[in-house]
């Protein structure tokens, strides 16, 4: 893995999945999302994006909900990107971001409702249902993707939609072992084995 710790990787015979085996503790892994997130990305820090055009993803939404009227939920809006033109599109959004130094940008320097706190942390206290929960590029990260997917499930409304992006391991956009193999992806998932742990 690269950079940082030297963490197995291993591939599950029967589902396909790939995954870190053994993983780190839930504690040590979330430290660094706390702390060091911002400097592992090269101090990419929270901006206003650069396209005034929504992404594709909010047209294909409007397919099966009227977001005009709907609450939306975004676990990891990292900078943000997908979550300020949530803003203006749904009747409320928010996320839920353990970087602090992210979370800090997008509330006070974008007008972003966001909660500073890991998915789990914030999955465990009071929180409202939505109708639809964004997660771009998260799933992978998450420390249980299947007790995450579960928790998800109390806190959509009738019909509620789940959005999910993750990077494809059966099609890297980089080398695996010098980019795409991280410390910070637990999980990476094809769509056959997406598809398995949504079905569970």
Known sequence: ?????????VVCKKCSLVF???????????????NDYEHYYGKSTASKPQSVKAPAVFSILERFIE????????????RGLTLFHAHKLFKHAKGVGPS??????????????VVNNTFEGFMAGPKDTV?????FHVLEHIYDPYKGLMSIREIL???G?????VPNILKPFRHLDTYFLRFVHLYNFSPASLKQLLTK
């Open 131 to 135: 109708d639809v929960v964004g997660m």
């Open 67 to 78: 977001l005009k009227s709907s609450h939306y939920l975004e676990i990891g809006p990292g």
């Open 100 to 113: 602090i130094d992210f979370v800090n940008t997008l509330v006070t320097k974008y007008n972003l409702k």
């Open 1 to 9: 893995m690269r950079p940082g710790p030297q963490l197995n990787t």
């Open 161 to 165: 939609l789940v959005v999910i992006e």
């Open 20 to 34: 870190t085996n053994p993983v780190p503790s839930e504690d040590v892994y979330y430290s660094f999302y706390t």
């Open 157 to 159: 409304r009738d019909n």
